[in-house]
């Protein structure tokens, strides 16, 4: 039977976090209600999420080494149901803001499973909630687990500068802001219009194919675009599908290539994006699609404070991208590599993305004006290569095109709405 050591954290909102002012984090003795977790992977648990949350802008973790005084640490451990003045007085006994109980248990001879809560000391409560991540006993391994949980309960990789700056009710007022219908949570970006010069320009050196070569300045009005490529679990709040009953329906025989409720969903015709798009429409009385060719490349280069590199925010591939050589043959979470100079990820790599545009073998050398691309055809554009693609189809301008009724395992989309 598998034995498997499986970490679930809890996010905390993003108004927690104060610019200048590092939350204390209390992060206790990890819990093991079968008896069956080496005492050493207890301690890596522990010492790597006291690391990682120390190493996450705005917070400081410290481990029970440290609070050896605070009473009924155990009952806090057994069930984490404890009453809102023991809370406040861990609190007081130690400078937290927060607690972080953790729990682990065995699935195989290599493999654990983790899961923690974190608790607001002033309000006694559970903050929120992050979905599951396995995690080898390997030290390496371990450490890479805690961090990237660390990350996702202060924020999936995003540093508290920029989630200070979200308003979860803002729209149309040319700043970020937070789409909550069916409890979503997904960070849009605004992109300011402007110039820019479309398709194979100098910094994308001889890696240029025959469909980029017609180099055309284009104008584009200001849009809100998806920070982060629509996750698998935002998918599923939507259309109720989820990423392997869409894999059933391309191939049952395909294999799976990430799951997680972070992770980019994969396995969408562009058909689906759309309705994906026309639903949260609906629902939210404004105005999703997918974005024009134009907009996915305005704003993968950087929109109006451009990186002027060949990546998206990055020269090195490696930075910013899963690709082909750095995946591990799977998509990621998304957020994990480095965002743009706008602070969108994964616009290189990961997973392709649909964009709204037919597409053609060459740019219409007039259509300048917020281009929408041909009236018709056969294949629809996607954008920003993949997990198991060169470095070379990562590029911002490189192109790529599929049938509309596509599905496959490394194809997705980020949204834009249009103010």
């Known amino acids: 039977m598998k034995r498997l050591f499986l970490i679930l954290l809890f996010a905390l909102p993003f108004s927690f976090v104060s610019a ?3 939350k204390k984090v209390a992060i206790l003795e990890t819990v093991d209600k079968a008896g069956d977790v080496p005492y050493g992977v207890k301690l890596q648990v522990r010492m790597n999420l006291t690391y990682a949350v120390s190493s996450t802008p705005g917070y400081e973790g410290y481990d029970r080494v440290d609070m050896a005084s605070i009473m009924g640490e155990q009952k806090f451990q057994r069930t984490g149901m404890v009453s809102d003045a023991q809370i406040k007085k861990l609190g ?5 803001q927060y607690v972080l109980i953790a729990e682990a248990a065995v ?3 290599s493999t654990i499973i983790i899961t923690a809560k974190v608790l607001d000391v002033e309000t006694g409560g559970v903050a929120n909630s992050a979905p599951p991540v396995f995690a080898g006993k390997d030290p390496e391994k371990m450490q890479t687990a805690c961090a990237q949980l660390a990350k996702k309960l202060f924020g999936q990789g995003y540093s508290s500068s920029d989630l200070s700056n979200y308003n979860t009710t803002s729209y149309n007022s040319g ?5 909550t219908a069916w409890g979503i949570n997904m960070k849009m970006i605004w992109v300011e219009g402007g110039e820019f010069m479309m398709g194979c320009t100098g910094e994308q050196g001889g890696d240029c194919e025959s469909d980029e070569q017609n180099v055309r300045r284009v104008t584009v009005d200001g849009f809100y675009i998806g920070m982060l490529e629509v996750t698998q679990a935002q998918w599923q709040a939507v259309m ?7 894999k059933n329906k391309a191939n049952p025989d395909w294999p799976l290539r990430g799951t997680g409720s972070d992770y980019p969903m994969y396995y969408v015709s562009w058909d689906e994006a759309m309705e994906f798009c026309r639903l949260l429409s609906n629902k939210t009385g404004k105005t999703y699609t997918l974005p024009t060719e134009a907009q996915w490349e305005y704003a993968a280069r950087g929109g109006n404070r451009p990186d002027g590199t060949k990546y998206a925010g990055s020269n090195m591939v490696d930075v910013v991208a899963w690709y082909s050589d750095s995946s591990g043959s799977s998509t990621h979470p998304c957020g994990t590599k480095r965002a743009n100079a706008l602070g969108l990820y994964d616009m290189s790599g990961n997973v392709w993305e649909w964009c709204k545009d037919w597409f053609s073998s060459s740019y219409t050398s007039y259509d300048t004006n917020n281009p929408t691309g041909p009236s018709s055809g056969s294949y629809r554009v996607d954008r920003g290569g993949s997990w198991n693609i060169s470095a070379q189809s990562c590029r911002v301008a490189c192109r790529n095109y599929y049938s509309p009724g596509y599905r496959y395992f490394n194809l997705g989309f980020r949204v834009v709405l249009l103010p």
């Open 107 to 109: 699935y195989d001879a």
């Open 20 to 22: 200048g002012e590092a």
């Open 240 to 246: 109720g599908t989820s990423v392997y009953q869409q």
């Open 175 to 179: 700043q970020d802001f937070t789409e």
């Open 92 to 96: 007081e006994m130690t400078g937290a």
